[in-house]
């Protein structure tokens, strides 16, 4: 009894390891080529798709699955559709009585080429220079500011004309400040690399509460629409959140007509669109925030050119990164990391 039980495992486990070996060749003999070698892949455009053996085996089916959904392949074609970004594809091969599965990453970019804008510059306030910028918002006309840095990261409620700050906490020496967003008057603070944000007390800015991050590892931006909040965190992802459990529930992927961005930085929410700057870059991105496609590119090379203190600046880290939306008024405004002045702007279609 006991030499048949053992026969019966061995017969087992040769059987389990033959099928294991039988499925890593499968994987290894097939492959995908989508569409031609750098080809652009746009939302709405077919794409011819190739399924490649090293060695030939008769295939029965082939189910294909972009980001879990399945599609359909007509005529060695695909279209891809939403979500923007990079995403996975997936085939399911039926070959010779095994399933192989082989997944391959595709990055679907927008079908719309972005407009471009410039800027006129309609007034121009002080700034503190000691600002080292990360977020910037309006609530009730009342200018609200982060800055950052380890040993120097503030949370500040500001004048706009004066360019006083009017209320100012520190933050501990260990935080190093990123972008803020109002909401049922608390303030969200959010922190670099500590996987902390922080909540406060609109008016007496108190400290209430730390949260902590999710899958996302940084915090960078951070916007809301009155109803989900928005955060960047230096990937290609901007996560949306629950405002009352502050989970990442789903993300977008801002995408041009032809590339995935990242290291998108300070967000702002203004009338439907998410606008934000991209670090190191002197320009700010509109995004739509249902898809993620990139809808408007707005050029601000020069206004760097305007401050008084731009000799002392060290370019690659004193950058643009402030952008506020008075919905009141509907006026923008912008400023820099450590920039001596912020500027209303108003935007011109190029």
């Not at 077919?46 to 053996?53: E, H, P």
């Not at 670099?192 to 007390?201: E, K, L, Q, T, V």
């Not at 060290?314 to 912008?334: D, E, Q, T």
């Amino acid at each position: 009894m006991k030499v048949y039980n053992l026969l019966s495992l061995l017969i087992l486990g040769f059987f389990v390891i033959s099928c294991g070996n039988s499925n890593q060749k499968n994987s290894a003999n097939f492959s995908l080529q989508i569409g031609e070698k750098d080809e652009n892949i746009q939302q709405g455009k077919a794409v011819k798709i190739q399924l490649q053996q090293k060695e030939a085996q008769k295939i029965d089916s082939v189910t294909y699955f972009y980001n879990g959904e399945k599609i359909n392949v007509e005529n060695n074609t695909i279209t891809f559709n939403l979500p923007l970004g990079k995403n996975k594809l997936e085939a399911n091969v039926y070959s010779e009585g095994n399933k192989t599965t082989i997944t391959e990453e595709v990055s679907v970019h927008s079908s719309v080429k972005p407009k471009i804008y410039t800027y006129e510059v309609v007034n121009t306030y002080p700034h503190d220079p000691k600002a080292f910028t990360q977020g910037l918002e309006f609530y009730n006309d009342t200018l609200y500011e982060s800055t950052g840095l380890r040993g120097q990261s503030t949370l500040r409620k500001v004048d706009l004309e004066s360019g006083k700050v009017i209320k100012k906490i520190d933050l501990i020496d260990t935080y190093f400040a990123e972008g803020l967003t109002i909401y049922n008057n608390k303030i969200y603070q959010l922190t670099w690399r500590s996987g902390d944000g922080i909540i406060y007390d609109l008016n007496t800015f108190e400290k209430e509460e730390i949260f902590n991050y999710n899958e996302s590892k940084e915090g960078w931006g951070l916007c809301n629409d009155g109803n989900k909040f928005y955060k960047s965190d230096g990937t290609e992802k901007i996560w949306i959140l629950n405002p009352e459990t502050l989970a990442e529930e789903s993300f977008i992927q801002p995408a041009t007509h032809k590339t995935t961005l990242t290291k998108l930085n300070e967000l702002e929410w203004v009338e439907g669109k998410i606008y934000a700057n991209t670090w190191q870059k002197d320009g700010v991105v509109i995004i739509d925030p249902k898809t993620g496609a990139v809808e408007g590119l707005i050029d601000f090379r020069g206004l760097r050119d305007q401050l008084t203190n731009n000799d002392d600046l060290v370019k690659s880290n004193h950058v643009l990164n402030g952008i506020a939306y008075n919905p009141n008024n509907k006026k923008l405004y912008v400023t820099g990391k450590n920039w001596d002045k912020l500027f209303e702007v108003k935007i011109i279609e190029r």
